[in-house]
């Protein structure tokens, strides 16, 4: 079964970073892609930064380049998500998902999702 079950999230003020974690289960880790996404109140579900860990592609969403990093470890199945320099605009609950076809970082590309982890951002 696959599961993914990212932590990391909580409250920050503004200009504070965060790291956030994805760890992967039931599949291998090599074969599928795997995206954070991120979902504010009231708005569509949005790509953040997606990687793909056989052959370390990347992909960010144009507003996240510069400030975000998206890195795997192998070993440990897990997907990292570096936020730096947060605003109160990045609030949302980020997920990460996994799908063994997908090429960039397309939301209906990813089949398999995570519960999601808060960020919260303040002034």
């Known amino acids: 079964e696959v599961q993914l079950v990212e932590s990391g999230g909580g409250l920050v003020q503004a200009g504070g970073s965060l790291r956030l974690s994805c760890a992967a289960f039931g599949f291998t880790f090599d074969d599928y892609a795997i995206g954070w996404f991120r979902q504010a109140p009231g708005k569509e579900r949005e790509g953040v930064a997606c990687i793909n860990p056989s052959d370390g592609s990347i992909y960010y969403a144009d507003s996240m380049k510069g400030r975000f990093a998206i890195s795997s470890d192998n070993a440990k199945n897990t997907v990292y998500l570096q936020m730096n320099s947060l605003k109160p605009s990045n609030t949302a609950v980020y997920l990460c998902?996994?799908?063994?076809?997908?090429?960039?970082?397309?939301?209906?590309?990813?089949?398999?999702w995570g519960q999601g982890t808060q960020v919260t951002v303040s002034v």
């Open positions: 998902a996994a799908d063994k076809l997908a090429l960039g970082c397309g939301l209906y590309e990813y089949e398999y």
